[in-house]
C-alpha cells in the first residue's frame, strides 16, 4: 500500500491486523461488534512518546489494541445479516499516522485501510464522524481524570450512530 494522503493527513507508517467478528473483551463477547486486532507494542509505543512528552501517566484502554470497524449494533437488518462475518480472520494491511489525537477523555492515532469502508458500506453504517475526516482510529490510552491535560481539541463532536 501506498504512502496514501488523505486531505490534511499523511499516514506514514505501514502494518497488519487481523478482522475479528463478537470479539471477547473480558471473558465476555461483544456481540454485533467488529474489530481489527493489532500487534500491541503499537498502542505501548505510543502511549510512552505521550506520556514522556506531556508528563502525564495515560492509563491502557480496557481492550487489548484494536481498530473499531463497528461496536454493538443494536437495530441490525436481514442486509447486514447476509454480510455479518464475511471477512472473519482476514489479515489486512493498514496505514496510520504519526499525529497523536485526544479529547478530554482518550489518546489515539488516526489510521486507514479500504475495508473499512468496505465493510461499513455493506452493513449500511456511516463513514466517518460528522465534521471530521476520520477513518478509524487506535486508542492509546485513557486519561485518569478527565481533562487532566487541560487545553485540548475535542476531535470526537458529534459521533454517529453505531460509531
Keep these: 500500500m501506498e504512502n496514501l494522503y488523505l486531505k490534511h493527513r499523511c499516514y506514514h507508517f505501514e502494518s497488519i491486523g487481523r478482522i475479528i467478528y463478537d470479539p471477547i473483551r473480558n471473558g465476555a463477547t461483544e456481540p454485533w461488534s467488529a474489530i481489527v486486532e493489532i ?3 503499537l498502542g505501548d509505543y ?3 512518546l505521550f506520556n514522556n512528552h506531556f508528563k502525564v501517566n ?3 484502554p480496557n481492550w487489548k489494541p484494536h ?3 463497528f461496536r454493538g449494533i443494536s437495530e441490525y437488518t436481514p442486509e447486514m445479516e447476509k454480510f455479518w462475518k464475511e471477512m472473519d480472520g ?6 496510520y499516522t504519526k499525529d497523536i489525537f485526544w ?3 482518550f489518546v489515539w492515532i488516526n489510521t486507514y485501510f479500504p475495508e473499512f469502508f468496505e465493510l461499513r458500506n455493506k452493513m449500511g453504517l456511516a463513514h466517518t464522524h460528522e465534521d471530521n475526516e476520520t ?4 486508542t492509546i490510552g485513557k486519561f485518569r481524570h478527565p481533562g487532566q491535560l487541560g487545553d ?3 476531535y470526537t463532536r458529534k459521533n454517529p450512530k453505531n460509531y
Design 103 to 105: 479529547n478530554q477523555n
Design 58 to 60: 495515560i492509563q491502557k
Design 39 to 41: 500487534d500491541k507494542d
Design 152 to 154: 485540548f481539541t475535542d
Design 67 to 69: 481498530i473499531s470497524l
Design 46 to 48: 505510543y502511549r510512552l
Design 135 to 138: 477513518w478509524g482510529h487506535i
Design 90 to 95: 482476514k489479515e489486512i494491511n493498514f496505514v
